[in-house]
């Protein structure tokens, strides 16, 4: 099984943004640790702050990988783009986001990628990443 993990604008930042939301560590740290616990799976990762190379990464994968986690950052309320992207793609889009949206400002409460997605899991910090996979597993 091939996932790739998919994250947007300022999430390299993770660990030193905002870490009350966001929590104190990077994503660089964290991916060894979720590929550890799925060996039989591999486990690519892409961030990129350009919404394009966004969409080209999963053009590239989706027709191949058996799954795309998305965490597309700000893009998630606000592309189009992405929405009609992941409509496109063969493999299923899992939308992930690491805070509770829905805790926070009015504006994030709209995602423009949702109803493309074969799911959401947001609040549960990197562990949403986890969930994500596990839900990919189950339904491969």
Not at 24 to 44: G, N, R, T, W
Not at 47 to 68: T, Y
Not at 76 to 82: F, I
Not at 92 to 121: D, L, T, W, Y
């Amino acid at each position: 099984m091939k996932i790739q993990i998919i994250n947007g604008p300022n999430l390299n930042l993770l660990g030193k943004r905002e870490p009350g939301i966001y929590g104190q560590m990077s994503f660089e740290a964290y991916l060894p640790k979720l590929q550890a616990q799925y060996p039989d799976v591999e486990i690519c990762y892409f961030q990129s702050n350009v919404e394009g190379e966004l969409i080209n990464k999963m053009q590239e994968v989706g027709f191949s990988f058996d799954g795309i986690i998305l965490n597309a950052g700000a893009y998630t309320h606000t592309s189009v783009a992405l929405h009609d992207c992941i409509r496109s793609l063969k493999c299923p889009v899992i939308e992930v986001h690491i805070s509770n949206v829905h805790q926070r400002e009015e504006f994030r409460h709209k995602s423009m990628i949702s109803s493309a997605c074969r799911g959401v899991i947001c609040g549960f910090g990197l562990d949403s990443y986890r969930l994500a996979v596990e839900a990919l597993i189950i339904d491969n």
